[in-house]
Nanobody
Framework: QVQLVESGGGLVQAGGSLRLSCAAS????????MGWFRQAPGKEREFVAS????????NYADSVKGRFTISRDNAKNTVYLQMNSLKPEDTAVYYC????????????????WGQGTQVTVSS
C-alpha cells in the first residue's frame, strides 16, 4: 500500500512558476513509477508527466514539454513537478499517482493516487 500526499499548489500569474511535491509513504518507493495527471474544470483527467523508478526515464505530454520537469528523490520518497512558464490553460487540480515498475501515460495503469492540489494560473 502506498499513500501519496501532494503539496505546492496555489495561485500564480501567467509566466510564473510553481513546484509541486508528492510525498509517498512506505519503504518501496524506489520500485514505483510515478506520474502526474491533471483535471481542469469540465474536462477529463489527463496525463502530464511520468518518471521511472530510478528516475532515468521521463515522459511528458506535448502540452507541457519544455516547460515542466518531473524529478524524484528516492531517499526522500518524493516526486516533484517543476512548472515554468505557466499558462492559464494549466489551471487544474494536479494529482500524483504510483504504479509498480514501468511508467505509463494511462491513468488506468496507476494503482495509487493522491488527493490532488489546485493550481490556478491567472492571465
Amino acid at each position: 500500500q502506498v499513500q501519496l500526499v501532494e503539496s505546492g499548489g496555489g495561485l500564480v500569474q501567467a509566466g510564473g512558476s510553481l513546484r509541486l511535491s508528492c510525498a509517498a509513504s512506505g519503504r518501496t518507493f524506489s520500485t514505483y513509477a510515478m506520474g502526474w495527471f491533471r483535471q481542469a474544470p469540465g474536462k477529463e483527467r489527463e496525463f502530464v508527466a511520468s518518471i521511472s523508478p530510478s528516475g532515468g526515464s521521463t515522459n511528458y505530454a506535448d502540452s507541457v514539454k519544455g516547460r515542466f520537469t518531473i524529478s524524484r528523490d528516492n531517499a526522500k520518497n518524493t516526486v516533484y513537478l517543476q512548472m515554468n512558464s505557466l499558462k492559464p490553460e494549466d489551471t487544474a487540480v494536479y494529482y500524483c499517482a504510483a504504479r509498480r515498475t514501468f511508467t505509463s501515460t494511462l491513468q488506468s495503469d496507476y494503482n495509487y493516487w493522491g488527493q490532488g492540489t489546485q493550481v490556478t494560473v491567472s492571465s
